[in-house]
């Protein structure tokens, strides 16, 4: 699977859990619906026709990228759930607390709804995860780690001349 697929089966993943916290009530807009709302023209805050089905085009085009992007930088290494995970919370991070609010899509996680900016933490753990697993079971040799463990120095061995 390339990282592309990883980030595109990552994506349905992570949108199932939006999805399931918007029906418990946790989150009143789908954020990717917020943010495509606020880049077309008309106002930041005014509904937009399309605005849903092109919000979920760009969620998944991004989630896409994200998932290339990983692919490229684990090169032969594998990806541990765990990094995975911290790749996820790093997007959320960088997106909600960074573009999101600059553009005026959503207030900065510090100011926004405690359930939405939780929901949006575990949806990109969802990400991450997902998107690691993905990635490993693509791999058909052996793993090695990711991030690569420091290796121990070695010292030149010398045969015997006879």
């Known amino acids: 699977m390339s990282g592309a697929a990883g980030g595109a ?6 949108s199932a859990v939006m999805y399931a916290g918007d029906k418990a009530g946790l989150m009143p807009d789908q954020p990717p619906k917020r943010i495509t709302r606020a880049v077309l023209p008309g106002g930041r805050s005014l ?13 998944f085009a991004f989630g896409t990228a994200a998932g290339a992007l990983l692919s490229l930088l684990r090169g032969n290494r594998r990806v541990p759930p765990a990094a995975g995970a911290a790749y996820g919370l790093a997007i ?30 575990a949806a990109h753990i969802a990400y991450g995860t997902t998107l690691a697993t993905a990635l490993n079971r693509a791999r058909p040799t052996p793993p090695t780690p990711w991030p690569p463990a420091a290796q121990p120095a070695t010292t030149p061995h010398h045969t015997p001349a006879f």
């Open 47 to 59: 509904p937009k026709p399309g605005e849903g089905a092109l919000g979920l085009v760009s969620h």
């Open 92 to 121: 959320w991070l960088a997106s909600y607390q960074g573009w999101v609010p600059a553009i005026g899509a959503l207030p900065p996680i510090t100011r926004d709804h405690p359930s939405r900016a939780a929901l949006m933490a």
């Open 9 to 14: 089966l990552a994506t349905a993943a992570m």
